[in-house]
């Protein structure tokens, strides 16, 4: 698939198969992240690979899933990420950086996981304390968000927007993400 193929394909996936990831691709996922721009060169990014289902049951406890899907939107038991990468600024470094410096690391590891086939979904809907207690980690570092990560065991399609932003499922459990169109954001 071309650049531009994965970068127009890649969607948020919700639901998971419950195959591990081969840890050479989620060291992959965070080399490719630490590669990504900062302001200042300053390389404030901390990451976190996490792929052990105890470790993981107590981190999707402290996630809110999907909130236009709610109460249905989270993964269901058998559904659930087999791995998160956490996205951490080092304070020491850096206070709380910025959403700029993040994006960049987050869609670099999007994007390769989507390469993979593997299913991604950007969260900021977290319990940032309690997982960050779970985790273990020093309070130097301000955990920013979190990437769930699996076997994608959904289907999610783009679709122009109609009348609202709001992604449904369908009948048929397919995810459909309106999108406004080129032209539409285009000035």
Excluded at 9 to 32: T, Y
Excluded at 52 to 59: C, D, G, L
């Amino acid at each position: 698939m071309n650049t531009y193929d994965l970068l127009m394909n890649r969607r948020s996936i919700r639901k998971f198969k419950q195959s591990r990831i081969d840890p050479q691709i989620l060291a992959q996922l965070a080399d490719v992240a630490r590669m990504a721009p900062t302001g200042a060169n300053l390389q404030p990014l901390k990451l976190k690979i996490v792929d052990e289902a105890e470790t993981n049951s107590k981190i999707f406890a402290h996630i809110k899933w999907a909130g236009y899907l709610a109460p249905n939107g989270a993964p269901q038991a058998g559904q659930e990420p087999t791995a998160y990468i956490c996205l951490f600024i080092d304070t020491n470094i850096k206070q709380r950086g910025d959403y700029a410096e993040i994006g960049a690391a987050a869609q670099s590891i999007m994007m390769l996981a989507e390469s993979y086939g593997i299913g991604t979904c950007w969260l900021g809907a977290i319990n940032r304390d309690e997982i960050v207690k779970i985790l273990n980690v020093s309070d130097r570092y301000y955990l920013h968000t979190i990437i769930a990560l699996g076997h994608k065991d959904q289907i999610s399609v783009a679709e122009d927007i109609k009348d609202d932003v709001k992604y449904y499922e369908d009948e048929n459990k397919v995810l459909h993400v309106p999108k406004r169109r080129l032209e539409d954001v285009l000035l």
